[in-house]
């Protein structure tokens, strides 16, 4: 079974940094594109940044300058570092994956889709 679990979540002081990190667990042959997502309270979700398998990414333009998404394929890692945090990037944050490739017993493989963590607070104080 395939599972992303986040991590690195706190609580800073505004202009200070976090590095969020999404780890994926199971077996698994490929991902395709990896994204970060946040919900602040009484909002909607809403995308943060997204790299696909190929490097490219896509960044909110709340978070253009200030935030980088990166991934580690080896291990099975994707991350979130946030910098020059504002009051109102507050909220909590998800990891997803638009789907795996895993294995499909006995022999194959198939895709599993849209896949979420269970997320992670931040908390940025003013």
């Known amino acids: 079974q395939v599972q992303l679990v986040e991590s690195g979540g706190g609580l800073v002081q505004a202009g200070g940094s976090l590095r969020l990190s999404c780890a994926a667990s199971?077996?698994?042959?490929?991902?395709?594109?990896m994204a970060w997502y946040r919900q602040a309270a009484g909002r909607q979700r809403e995308l943060v940044a997204e790299?696909?398998?190929?490097?490219?990414?896509n960044y909110a333009d709340s978070v253009k300058g200030r935030f980088t998404i990166s991934r580690d394929n080896a291990k099975k890692t994707v991350y979130l570092q946030m910098n020059s945090l504002k009051s109102e990037d507050t909220a909590v944050y998800y990891c997803?994956?638009?789907?795996?490739?895993?294995?499909?017993?006995?022999?194959?493989?198939?895709?599993?889709?849209?896949?979420w963590g269970q997320g992670t607070q931040v908390t940025v104080s003013s």
């Open positions: 199971g077996i698994i042959y490929s991902v395709n594109t």
């Open positions: 997803n994956a638009d789907w795996f490739l895993i294995p499909n017993q006995p022999m194959g493989a198939k895709k599993v889709y849209d896949i």
């Open positions: 790299l696909t398998s190929g490097g490219g990414t």
